[in-house]
C-alpha cells in the first residue's frame, strides 16, 4: 500500500494513480480513509475519464460506512456523467434503496 501512496503522491495529475490508492486502502479495511482520498482525486480530476471509477468507488465505499446521503451525490454524479449506460442507472438505483 505503500508504494501506492508513493506513486499517487508522485503523480498528482495521475487520476488512475489516485484511485488504485484508494482502492489498496479501502482493501486494508479503511473504507473511510479510501473515501477521503477518492473526496481528493474527484476535486482535482473531475472531469478525467479515469474518475468514473473513483466515483463508481466512492459512491460503493460510502454506502458500506452507512453515509447514504453521500453515496447517492457520488452515484448521481456518475449516472449524469454517464446517462445513456443502464449499468451506471441500476447502480444507481441500488444505492438509493
Known amino acids: 500500500m505503500g508504494e501506492f501512496r508513493q506513486a499517487a ?3 498528482p495529475k495521475s487520476a488512475h494513480l489516485g484511485y488504485v490508492y484508494a482502492v489498496s486502502v479501502a482493501g486494508a479495511g ?4 479510501a473515501v477521503e482520498i477518492l473526496r481528493d482525486v474527484l476535486r482535482r480530476h473531475a472531469y478525467d475519464r479515469e474518475s468514473l471509477c473513483g466515483r463508481y ?3 460503493s465505499f460510502a454506502r458500506d460506512l452507512g ?5 447517492v451525490g457520488y452515484a448521481t454524479r456518475l ?3 454517464e446517462p445513456d449506460d443502464p449499468d451506471i442507472q441500476h447502480f444507481l438505483s441500488q444505492i438509493r434503496q
Open 30 to 33: 479503511d473504507r473511510a480513509q
Open 57 to 59: 468507488a466512492a459512491a
Open 67 to 71: 453515509r447514504q446521503d453521500e453515496a
Open 9 to 11: 503522491n508522485l503523480a
Open 79 to 81: 449516472a449524469q456523467l
